[in-house]
């Protein structure tokens, strides 16, 4: 008699959101999903191919961007864009923004307050909003004390 495993809400929501689009859970799609879930450090499409690559050496760099788009398109993670880096992912599916570190590259979740209104702008005619994000730029409280740390320690 085959075991049912123990409610995984995640894997549960990948099974779902594939299935409406017609798609399966595939091991690759359930890793490539698991690994943005368990490192939530906005990881490039190369840094989800080598972490993957650590529990399934078959993995194609050519599989796991196939997975990105898919868990894109199915609403799972969404794309970050920065200037001109390397696209991430962000498994945060909440309103958030981000913050970039311009020291160490880094990039982190910014909470959103969900009462606060969207900031006041006037679009042109025609444009309709569907989401916005603010990019906070600066250091993040490491690179800040390593500066600190530098200048009163020449």
Known sequence: MKRKAPNDPAAEQ??????????RPTTQRRQVYSLLLRKRDHPSAEEVFL?????MPDISMATVYN????????GL???????????RYCSNMAEHHHFY?????????????PEADHPEMTLPPGFRMRRYEIAFNGLCPQCAARKRKATVHP
């Open 14 to 23: 990948l099974a779902e959101r594939l299935a409406r689009a017609g798609l």
């Open 51 to 55: 972490r993957a690559k650590q529990e």
């Open 67 to 74: 997975c990105l788009d898919t868990l894109v398109r199915c």
């Open 77 to 87: 993670v969404k794309q970050v864009h920065h200037d001109r880096g390397a696209t």
């Open 101 to 113: 570190c311009d020291e160490c590259g880094g990039t982190f979740d910014i909470d959103n307050d």
